[in-house]
Every structure is written in structure tokens, then in C-alpha cells.
């Protein structure tokens, strides 16, 4: 297998929403955002699968060193080796790889957030910088394009924390922050024991009203020049703005069970996105 190849089963094995959005970009394009997530997947992994922290710790210090070697043109895995030679084509510097990694770094070190502004630092990093990235290679001609993206990846990640809230709690963690918890009177033994209420979902309603605040705010901050070319980011936000209103009308039950989008269905929202123009 090729790392090309490698990259490819890497992205279209994790189901995603991401992968119905890159099947509408050209060929190069398609190879670079492929190699890219490919990267992201495996160092987040490295945090989701294994359970040593400190085996975890010594894996991403190892990622670390290999961007390094990478950037200095002796990459050794797979996923570097795909995702090179489009580095200086799209711009995508060895900052925004170590970047991601931090972000992985930080699930070791910590598993609440004590308020808000906390947790923004954490999606900026797994999220923000990844939403740079793809806009780059998704041809950004505006600098103003980088706002947007930043702002549209931290709404994903919001939305991935609201739709994980119960598989996030069976490795211990607690994403939502301390101060909302507190404010809502929900106790954290109460996610981890799985037990709904009233005051857990308007929590909830809580987080979804600021996830489709961010979305509507980087929608509107896409600059005229760049909406053709940022089409795979709008057919995401039109995934993941879908599956949080799903979650929303079936009342978050959200930590018993991961609510998802049928392959089709993510398939059928993006199509229409590239075809129309719009997003749900």
C-alpha cells in the first residue's frame, strides 16, 4: 500500500462528514485535504485509542519529531509522506500540524474546562487551525476567508462535543464547562452515570443556541470572492448544522447513544450544496 493509498482508506474508513465533502474537489485538491485529515485522524487516535496516558504522551511526542524530520524532507510515515508535497502548494506549514497536536496533548492533560474562553483555546487548536488549513487548500483567494474557517471549525467541534457528550464521559471526560455545568445545576456525576433531566437538556439547548450562533456568524463573515471555492466547507456546515438540529429535535439523547446522518443522507446535503449553492 502507497501513501497515497493509505491516506485514502485512513479517511474514507473513519465515516465522516468531512469525506462526502472532498469527494467534489479536483484531483490534487482532493489528494491534499485526504493527506490532511489523514494526519488529524491519527493523532487523535493516538488520544481516543490508547488507554496508557503516558504510552499516549510518548506517541505524540513522536508525531511531533516526525513533522519535524518531515519539513526537513525525510518524513517516515505514510500519512507525512502524502501529505508533503502539497505543504508548499496550499501553504500548510509545520506550526499547523503542531498545532493539532497540541490540541491532542491537552486531552492527556486535562478532562474539564473550567469556563468557556477555556475550551475555546482547546477547539482552537483541534479545530480552529484545522478549518485554516482546509480553506487554503480549498483555494482561499481572501485573507479575510481565515476568520471564517477558524470560526466555521470551532462550530464543528462545538457540534462534535454536544453530539458526544456520553462517549466522551466513558473515557472520563467532560467537555462542557464547569462554570455551565454549575450554572445549570448539572452535576458531572450525572453525565457519567448517563441520567437525563431537565436541567441537562436545557444545558444542551444552551450549547446548541451558541453552535448555530457560531455557524450563522461565519457564514456571514465568508467573503463573496471565496464562496465557490469554500463549497466543501459550506456542504460540511450543512452536514453538521443537520445533524445538530437532529440532535436538538430528538431532545439530546445525546449520552446514551451517538446520534448520526445516514451516509446518504450527508451524501445528499453535500451534492445539494455543490449544485445549489446552499446549505440547510
Known sequence: MNPEQYVQQKAAASGSSFYYAFLFLPKDRRAAITAFYAFCREVDDVVDEVTDPGVAGTKLAWWQTEVGKAFAGTATHPVMKALMPWTAVYGIEARHLLAVIEGCQMDLAQNRYLDYPALTRYCHLVAGIVGEVAARIFGQTDPA????????????????????????????????????????????????????????????????????????????????????????????????????????????????????????????????????????
Request: hydrophobic content about 45%; proline content about 4%.
Open 145 to 280: 476567508t481565515t476568520a471564517y474557517a477558524h470560526q466555521l471549525g470551532q462550530a464543528f467541534q462545538l457540534t462534535n462535543i454536544i453530539r458526544d457528550v456520553g462517549e466522551d464521559a466513558l473515557r472520563g471526560r467532560i467537555y462542557l464547562p464547569v462554570s455551565e455545568l454549575q450554572q445549570f445545576d448539572v452535576k458531572a456525576h450525572e453525565i457519567l452515570k448517563r441520567e437525563y433531566s431537565p436541567r441537562f437538556s436545557a444545558l444542551m439547548e444552551f450549547q446548541t443556541r451558541r453552535a448555530l450562533a457560531l455557524y450563522d456568524d461565519a457564514l456571514a463573515g465568508l467573503p463573496a470572492a471565496d464562496q465557490r471555492a469554500q463549497k466543501p466547507g459550506l456542504m460540511m456546515a450543512s452536514i453538521y448544522r443537520s445533524l445538530l438540529r437532529e440532535i436538538q429535535a430528538d431532545g439530546y439523547q445525546v449520552l446514551h447513544q451517538r446520534v448520526s446522518l445516514t451516509p446518504l443522507r450527508k451524501f445528499w446535503l453535500a451534492w445539494k450544496t455543490q449544485a445549489f449553492g446552499r446549505i440547510a
